[in-house]
């Protein structure tokens, strides 16, 4: 279905900030939805946000008012600024068009308390 690589994890501490990146083709990104999703330990797979081919944009509501998702059209890349992180945001982010099955490896965020 395409490459999709995903960057930008890593570790801080709760009430930080982090900004993951995600590059993939013109030819996938001018044509889809995309959207982040993350998987905690032990937990299923969750839609954090998505965002439209005209921008709009739709979030869990356990990340609404400090997540924000957006598209740099010159750079075929999504972002995720994500601030005022919370342990309970731990996990592994990736980013996909949503109707697509295969997953990219995914970036992993761990934010301690």
């Known amino acids: 279905q395409g490459q999709l690589v995903e960057s930008g994890g890593g570790l801080v501490q709760a009430g930080g900030s982090l900004r993951l990146s995600c590059a993939t083709s013109?030819?996938?990104?001018?044509?889809?939805?995309m959207a982040w999703y993350r998987q905690a330990p032990g937990k299923q797979r969750e839609l954090v946000a998505s965002?439209?081919?005209?921008?709009?944009?739709n979030y869990a509501n356990s990340v609404k008012g400090r997540f924000t998702i957006s598209r740099d059209n010159a750079k075929n890349t999504v972002f995720l600024q994500m601030n005022s992180l919370k342990p309970e945001d731990t996990g592994v982010y990736y980013c996909?068009?949503?109707?697509?099955?295969?997953w990219g490896q995914g970036t992993q965020v761990t934010v301690s308390s």
């Open positions: 996909k068009p949503p109707p697509w099955s295969s």
């Open positions: 013109r030819s996938i990104f001018s044509r889809n939805t």
């Open positions: 965002i439209t081919i005209g921008g709009n944009t």
